[in-house]
Nanobody, 125 residues
Framework: QVQLVESGGGLVQAGGSLRLSCAAS????????MGWFRQAPGKEREFVAA????????AYADSVKGRFTISRDDAKNAVFLQLDTLKPENKAVYYC??????????????????WGQGIQVSVSS
């Protein structure tokens, strides 16, 4: 079983930055894909970014390209999401997720097997 715990959320002014962390415990295989999703009030959960565990390949939603950066630390079993130039519309609960199939990219919620509890990111205008 895999457990994911997010940290680093909070309130920031528009234009500011946050760094989210996801600590993974349990049996994480090197082929897993790790992703970040978010869910704003009244909206469906949506893909933000993903990284393959060993190859370091990354993928981003168009809305965050150039502002958000996903990375991982293999030694610490951790995944990070750097959020820069934040906008009020980026306010959401951000979730860390793990997908056992690391060979085919997916931005679909249902394709991810493990989820963290989520962490709030708020952006004031």
């Amino acid at each position: 079983q895999v457990q994911l715990v997010e940290s680093g959320g909070g309130l920031v002014q528009a234009g500011g930055s946050l760094r989210l962390s996801c600590a993974a415990s349990g049996k994480i295989f090197s082929s897993y894909t790790m992703g970040w999703f978010r869910q704003a009030p009244g909206k469906e959960r949506e893909f933000v970014a993903a990284v393959r565990w060993t190859e370091g390949d990354t993928a981003y939603a168009d809305s965050v390209k150039g502002r958000f950066t996903i990375s991982r630390d293999d030694a610490k079993n951790a995944v990070f999401l750097q959020l820069d130039t934040l906008k009020p519309e980026n306010k959401a609960v951000y979730y860390c997720a793990a997908r056992r199939d690391g060979w085919v990219w997916s931005d679909t919620v249902g394709d991810y097997d493990y989820w963290g509890q989520g962490i709030q990111v708020s952006v004031s205008s």
